[in-house]
């Protein structure tokens, strides 16, 4: 049981070029998020998910965009990277009212 | 809405003593409330939850948190500090009512727990 698996853990963009930070779970649950937590801000919701081909935004989703095909992954889309999207980017999955996250992925846009 | 306030960014303790880090809420219902430990460069880690119950909750590595609804707080607590308690602390509510159909989780911005040897 690994719980929640994040790549890349370190990625450094160009302005403009694209990504996929890749997430997935072995828990079977249904409610999957991404968040970003930048300093002093703490954890801001960009995407969730309460199951499979089912996503939804949350506070701060402009620049990015997700899918849901299945119920283990739910990869987070960086389109046109800006400066502003450097952070450091956390997946998580619920079961009941525990949060599970994975490592993290710190990103730097420059 | 709803929120949280950890109204100390930075909190030191000797090695021994016991330390408080604090957390105060906002929300418009009954709240889930949480604690996660966030150790350099990882993930968030449960610690302990508040659902319903007794006040007192009783967590992870020693950890207990303590409800008071009159203040609307939430304070992590732990009788004697260890060294490898340092590390930073988030408070988090979850209002149980949905929203757009999501029970939105709101963090605090972090305390950061320096244990002192």
């Known amino acids: 049981n690994a719980g929640v698996t994040q790549t890349p853990k370190f990625r450094i963009l160009k302005i403009g070029q694209s990504m996929t930070l890749q997430c997935t779970q072995d828990?079977?649950?249904?409610?999957m998020y991404w968040y970003r937590q930048d300093p002093g801000m703490g954890l801001k919701l960009i995407y969730y998910?309460?199951?499979?081909?089912?996503?939804d935004k949350g506070e701060v989703p402009n620049g990015y965009n997700v899918s849901r095909s299945t119920t283990e992954d739910f990869p987070l889309r960086l389109e046109l990277a800006a400066p502003s999207q450097t952070s450091v980017y956390f997946c998580?999955?619920?079961?009941?009212?525990?949060?599970?996250f994975g490592e993290g992925s710190w990103l730097t846009v420059v | 809405a709803q929120s949280v306030a950890q109204p100390e960014d930075q909190v030191n303790v000797a090695e021994g003593n016991p330390l408080t880090v604090k957390c105060t809420y906002s929300v418009s219902g009954n709240p889930y409330l949480f604690w996660y430990v966030q150790y350099p460069n990882r993930g968030l880690q449960f610690l302990l939850k508040?659902?319903?119950?007794?006040?007192l909750v009783k967590g992870s590595y020693g950890f207990e948190a303590e409800f008071n609804k009159s203040q609307t707080s939430f304070h992590l607590k732990k009788p004697s500090a260890l060294v490898s308690d340092s590390a930073l602390y988030f408070c988090a509510v979850r209002d149980p009512v949905p929203s757009g159909g999501y029970q939105k989780v709101t963090f605090g911005t972090g305390t950061k727990l320096q244990v002192i040897p």
């Open positions: 998580a999955s619920r079961s009941g009212n525990t949060i599970y």
């Open positions: 508040y659902i319903t119950g007794d006040n």
């Open positions: 828990m079977n649950h249904n409610y």
């Open positions: 998910s309460v199951g499979a081909g089912i996503t």
